[in-house]
């Protein structure tokens, strides 16, 4: 390589030395814009086209506008019930149930899927409950929770929680039972002691799989509290979807629909900014 320089032009040693050095924190924030721009136009433009072949059809009349509606009477419809007040009520009902539920799913299934996983005992004492649970469709036991805590919020909470709780419990578990052998065997053999592999492997090792729970648990949650508001609710976004299919609305139907789905892809996309900030810190960023 020396000897290729010094037989080099003068003019071409004085470009390879003006040729800046490349960063790769910036070639890597390249092609992350590069992917979030290509996903927005893909992903994007579908929508976009199938919103106006929608458009499209309901003008020609091919679609019955008592079973289906169109975008801009959906856009219409929900302009005048931020207008009048009564979307962000119903939001705000469905949110207080939603926060709730989601916490104290966090709070219960978190350390509980930590300590089955940790723990054979646990695991083996525990797990068919879990499974048994994790399997049966929540909604019907609704009517069971209105028996038992009636119809206000205890129903709703403990529809959401249940609905919440098991994918949490499950993805700790996996993360707790599933560590690198290899990397627990090496600090032991260091002397690490059951307490500092937990604290400095098993935790930082079960990131992901926390973040893919709550992720899951999320549009559980969702789904527990349109169920419960479904069942037995004066007010939020489930009772306003039951109240205007009963009458059919549609276009109230897919304004809820659509305040819905868009909560659950922020929420979504919040988790997967998070797990990808502990890729970073973990080195598994490419």
Same mark, same amino acid.
């Given at each position: 390589?020396?000897?290729?320089?010094?037989?080099?032009?003068?003019?071409?040693?004085?470009?390879?030395?003006?040729?800046?050095?490349?960063?790769?924190?910036?070639?890597?924030?390249?092609?992350?814009?590069?992917?979030?721009?290509?996903?927005?136009?893909? +992903?994007?433009?579908?929508?976009?086209?199938?919103?106006?072949?929608?458009?499209?059809?309901?003008?020609?009349?091919?679609?019955?506008?008592?079973?289906?509606?169109?975008?801009?009477?959906?856009?219409?419809?929900?302009?005048?019930?931020?207008?009048?007040?009564?979307?962000?009520?119903?939001?705000?009902?469905? +949110?207080?149930?939603?926060?709730?539920?989601?916490?104290?799913?966090?709070?219960?299934?978190?350390?509980? +899927?930590?300590?089955?996983?940790?723990?054979?005992?646990?695991?083996?004492?525990?797990?068919?409950?879990?499974?048994?649970?994790?399997?049966?469709?929540?909604?019907?036991?609704?009517?069971?929770?209105?028996?038992?805590?009636?119809?206000?919020?205890?129903?709703?909470?403990?529809?959401?929680?249940?609905?919440?709780?098991?994918?949490?419990?499950?993805?700790?578990?996996?993360?707790?039972?599933?560590?690198?052998?290899?990397?627990?065997?090496?600090?032991?053999?260091? +002397?690490?002691?059951?307490?500092?592999?937990?604290?400095?492997?098993?935790?930082?090792?079960?990131?992901?799989?926390?973040?893919?729970?709550?992720?899951?648990?999320?549009?559980?949650?969702?789904?527990?509290?349109?169920?419960?508001?479904?069942?037995?609710?004066?007010?939020?976004?489930?009772?306003?979807?039951?109240?205007?299919?009963?009458?059919?609305?549609?276009?109230?139907?897919?304004?809820?629909?659509?305040?819905?789905?868009?909560?659950?892809?922020?929420?979504?996309?919040?988790?997967?900014?998070?797990?990808?900030?502990?890729?970073?810190?973990?080195?598994?960023?490419?």
């Amino acid at each position: 390589m020396k000897s290729e320089a010094i037989l080099a032009p003068p003019a071409e040693r004085r470009e390879r030395k003006k040729l800046p050095p490349v960063k790769a924190g910036s070639s890597r924030l390249n092609r992350r814009a590069k992917g979030t721009a290509e996903s927005f136009l893909w +992903g994007g433009g579908v929508i976009v086209l199938l919103l106006a072949l929608w458009e499209a059809a309901a003008a020609a009349g091919w679609i019955n506008p008592m079973f289906s509606s169109s975008p801009s009477l959906i856009a219409k419809t929900g302009w005048e019930l931020v207008q009048d007040g009564s979307l962000w009520i119903h939001i705000r009902a469905s +949110g207080q149930i939603f926060i709730i539920g989601y916490l104290m799913a966090a709070g219960v299934g978190i350390p509980a +899927g930590i300590l089955m996983g940790w723990f054979k005992k646990l695991r083996l004492a525990f797990g068919p409950l879990v499974a048994a649970f994790y399997t049966t469709p929540r909604i019907a036991l609704m009517p069971l929770f209105i028996i038992w805590f009636g119809l206000g919020l205890g129903s709703k909470l403990a529809l959401v929680f249940l609905s919440a709780v098991f994918p949490l419990i499950i993805n700790m578990q996996t993360a707790m039972s599933n560590l690198d052998k290899d990397l627990t065997r090496v600090a032991v053999a260091y +002397g690490a002691n059951r307490r500092q592999v937990f604290f400095t492997i098993a935790l930082p090792q079960s990131v992901p799989f926390l973040v893919t729970g709550l992720r899951l648990a999320t549009g559980r949650a969702l789904l527990g509290v349109v169920g419960a508001e479904v069942f037995g609710g004066a007010e939020g976004l489930g009772y306003l979807i039951q109240y205007a299919g009963a009458t059919f609305q549609t276009d109230k139907v897919f304004v809820c629909v659509i305040v819905i789905a868009a909560a659950g892809i922020v929420m979504d996309r919040a988790l997967n900014r998070i797990n990808q900030h502990f890729d970073r810190w973990r080195g598994n960023e490419e």
